[in-house]
């Protein structure tokens, strides 16, 4: 059984977005200002369309903190979805408040609604669509500022940047690309990198597949909803073995080394140095431009659907993948070092 | 609990490698030719050394099969290894045997040894390195083909190919490119695809971060040693949104795509298009050009021991992806259909 | 990962209980008023305090169900606390509203403060108490009435009876037993029953012990706070052989028993006959006629303090077993037969 | 995911049984002479039948180990069954060597034959019988001398003794009731108690249902084939509160109790007190006097097939429940304190 684990949930429109999060050690400083830093970071960034300024998302914890701190309880998170009142209908619990306003049934090429529906065996997209959108990381970015609030009292420190957008790989080309895409009713991925500091050697491990932390990093940044790429420190291809491994040195009597093409990992463990990863996302598939679909009642051509406006959300799906990679170090720390407060945790490492 | 589920043993000069496999449906043909094709695919591939000629790796079967099907029991399989009778004390379980011959204390870059030593307190690094050695991909190999024997009960196919060795991208100078590293001490590594066809829709799902196949797929991909990049369909980088969508069709009635830039899953599902994952391989760390490293007990500069010599494992490295890629459809089959007799199974598909 | 598994929240006195279930099929009647009725049972009971008038618990759906029906997200559920007012402060999540009222030192025998507070390193036992308390069972209790309203789709019931409180084993002399002890200031426990009519042959397995159905309900059982003794069918002790074991028949073309004493599981599967699960309920460890104990600051005698005055609280502990079971149940029944909607579900059996 | 999770296979008449366990922390001395020691111990008892002669089991540790001491990779375990060249052809990995001698197609009451051929789609219920059979139990006691290793090096200790023979609780007359049961041809079951010492406090938690050890103990312990009984400490069975609940008091400096009804656990966790856990083994189900029973192939009335003639195996159990409720106990140090290596966790605790 992990030892951070949690579940979400939560429909785009739906009343709102909670998570439980189990095994938080007891006495952690649970910062609401630090979470709700985070949920803003999400909201950011050059391209997003108008429904970020609805969102103004604020964290409310139920349970499992007191007075501030953790007490080992499981902490429960909401976050309020402040458009509800305009959905309380389309997204009601309630049988008699069934309504097909807002249902459709046209798939949108990229998104989880065709293999969704077959799957769950649903007519009325909007059944899919309002749980597969991007709107449920908003609680999983919640998630993440917990675990990075456990990774600051051990001084790990984690950041991201975008490095690609578009073709653009110069930061001040950027808004250009996005610009652009949004003037030709289009969308625009990107690339961007995570890295946190400050990391323990070993965790994660060799010894079995499933140990291994790059493995596990890997699933936490794939599974986010437009990732299609995952590196591990430097892109080795086309590089010959002499130019990529990182040779060792002793430096103010520590070992280290030359070079992080490894990314921070090695053999599926931490090695001491700075943990790099990097990830491509996809072009965001809703986009003015409609592309060509079916109607799943008709089975005939129809036009995809035009649900949101982002043109770029590149920025804000890095800070999704460094609060995912938040997750992982913390459980990874958690299981290599037990611990059922912070305070006992801090000695043990 | 994962339906398909496993856990492998073994040391790289030990006496064997093992797996068990809990979860495989009663009624499968366990063809033993099958399984031993597959670990002679992983052992060929131009560029490797000369132990794989004393590899030539054969699987036994221990117990969960009985008169060539399974019988639903956890499947038990052993690869021996050919050549412990040269390695009997130096790897013997007994304490009486201990020998410090073949023991070495310098840190391989790109090696699990100084992360494993830190971790489990070795000063030994062979205590590290025979597990991390590429060797247990052997065994994972074999688990992979009992699931593939599954797959091919329900139709699904699976291969792989090389599209890239050191920054040759055409097949014709793959060999040359080996040559030349070989040549010069060095290694070189590269990029394959996995393609697996026939697979039914709705593998995976949107509704939670940790049931999406992508992740799955990733993590039992990055997880490969030397695997550093993992890719699901084409590469979207400097891709607008209009280009890289796939459009729906209908053909012969059926709901399909016009191209398959997403690989063959969105929303975390799969979505009836050929799956394919592409992954690069970082350059094999052990060169006859030895790397600059420390020894760990004089903390002193050294360098590199060198223990093997394959100069390029891209080929094989393909051939366990392949295997990893359908441990993960396996288990997402089975826990979608459920079926606890291979027959049930296909009634549920 | 478990087909049907979800994490649940909160403290007896905290602003609310939560729960998020992933893993429900989708399209299942999500039956408001059958919950109600659940959390209703276990607030019963002849025995039980003045609180559980205040609690008169109701639940709020947040998300995961569309206009009656589950939709395959997952699905959370809240049941607020009506005396939250009065807790506000001494309950609160923010540091600022500190407060050392309700705390207190003494730690109950019988209850989680000691280990709990050796645990996560506290000294207020209330963070350990507000946890431990049964008041959480409430949400499992709802999140067994989500599971039930899967197994009545299947046909298959539950019920649960008391069969001993204190020391009689006839029900009309159960109210005596609990007026005794109320009036002496203390506390009995009792056994009950809980039986699973129509369930399919073949839930769980023999093939590896954490697979086996019996195991899983022990736990599920044996967990509930209170349950020192698990018993599945007829207790065997003194029992010889050819008495216990139930022999085989055929009836009406069906095979089936002539007795039940193994309560409707060998070889840890369920076998076709009812599933009969019996535990003993200790005596509820809070009571006016104080223990003996220590106080955690002096280290001193002292005497366990007192916070609640249910006298017995077997009938509400049965249905928490029976929601339990359901857990166990509907997870099995998943794992065996697959089936992401209630209609492919359905098909399958 | 677990901390100390293990697979195990083998048939009982297959070739091996074999374990191969996952997360033990290296350092740890593997003595080979106490493992056999425990696999002897499970092998005696009075009552026991001819097949233990034949037995004698020895382990071999295939990997894992290095030089006696572990190394943190899995560890793989293999008894081989001394009479397999007579069962070579019947127990036949291979299709060539088919043959239905030794089939058998009579269900035998108080065993899986029934639910596990309908479950697995067999009608040769050798195909489950041989999982089925409690051989299996030889390497879980493996695993558990394994756990054991590891508690020993912390100062745990356990044991077990037999409480219950048939109708005697006086141990003087177990041989007697063991006599008359073999004399009639008939078989008889009994209690045991399992006794842990010198637990630390706090493994386990109240926190969230699934982390309570004494779900997990009680899990371990009735998963074992014929256990229908599982209690913690003092049934509490018609006791009242203030005569049941073990009250505080301070010795030497320390907190500990008057009494240990509880059996060491408190709201899910260790308190400090020995662990107490007993169990109900029902009668052994293979008799010499028959029982009724149906053939599978004609579903006419039949008379169960006799294999094995063990009168009583109570003690035999014993050893498996000691060893199983190590595996617990050793996964939740692990989880509580972390540690890679058998030094580091030894400085945690």
Chains 1, 2, 3, 4 share one sequence.
């Not at 995570?194 to 890997?218: E, F, Q, T």
């Not at 959300?313 to 999704?320: F, L, M, N």
Request: aromatic share 6%.
């Amino acid at each position: 059984m992990e030892k951070f684990r949690f579940l979400t949930s939560g429909e785009s429109h739906g009343k709102c977005l909670t998570a439980i999060i189990e095994g938080v050690p007891s006495g952690v400083d649970i910062d609401i200002d630090f979470i709700n830093a985070e949920l803003k970071r999400r909201q950011e960034g050059y391209g997003r369309g108008d429904r970020m300024k609805i969102e103004d998302d604020k964290i409310e914890i139920l349970s499992g903190v007191r007075h501030g701190k953790s007490i080992g309880s499981p902490i429960a998170l909401m976050v309020k979805n402040n458009d509800f009142q305009n959905w309380q209908k389309v997204m009601s619990v309630f049988p008699e408040d069934y309504t097909d306003e807002k249902s459709f049934t046209t798939y949108r090429p990229g998104h989880a609604d065709y293999a969704g529906s077959v799957k769950y065996n649903q007519t009325d997209l909007r059944n899919i669509l309002e749980r597969s959108s991007a709107r449920k990381t908003a609680i999983e970015v919640a998630v993440g500022a917990v675990a990075k609030l456990i990774l600051k009292t051990l001084g790990v420190e984690g950041s991201s940047t975008v490095t690609q957008i578009g073709s653009a790989c110069c930061p001040d080309r950027f808004h250009q690309e996005i610009d652009t895409a949004k003037e030709n009713g289009d969308s625009i991925g990107g690339k961007f990198v995570v890295v946190y500091k400050n990391l323990p050697v070993g965790l994660g491990s060799h010894v079995h597949w499933d140990r291994g932390i790059d493995g596990r990093i890997a699933q936490a940044v794939m599974s986010i909803p437009a990732i299609k790429v995952v590196e591990i420190g430097t892109n080795p291809l086309g590089m010959c073995g002499s130019q990529y491994h990182d040779e060792f040195k002793v430096e103010n009597g520590e070992v280290c080394r030359v070079t992080n093409n490894a990314g921070g990992i090695e053999g599926g463990m931490t090695n001491g140095e700075d943990l790099v990863v990097s990830a491509v996302m996809k072009p965001i598939p809703t986009m003015l431009k409609p592309l060509n679909s079916i109607d799943n009642k008709t089975n005939e051509q129809s036009q995809a659907h035009y649900e949101r406006s982002d043109a770029c959300a590149v920025e804000s799906c890095a800070v999704v993948a460094e609060s995912r990679v938040a997750w992982v170090l913390v459980n990874e720390i958690l299981l290599k070092y037990g611990g059922d407060s912070i305070e006992e945790l801090k000695k043990h490492i």
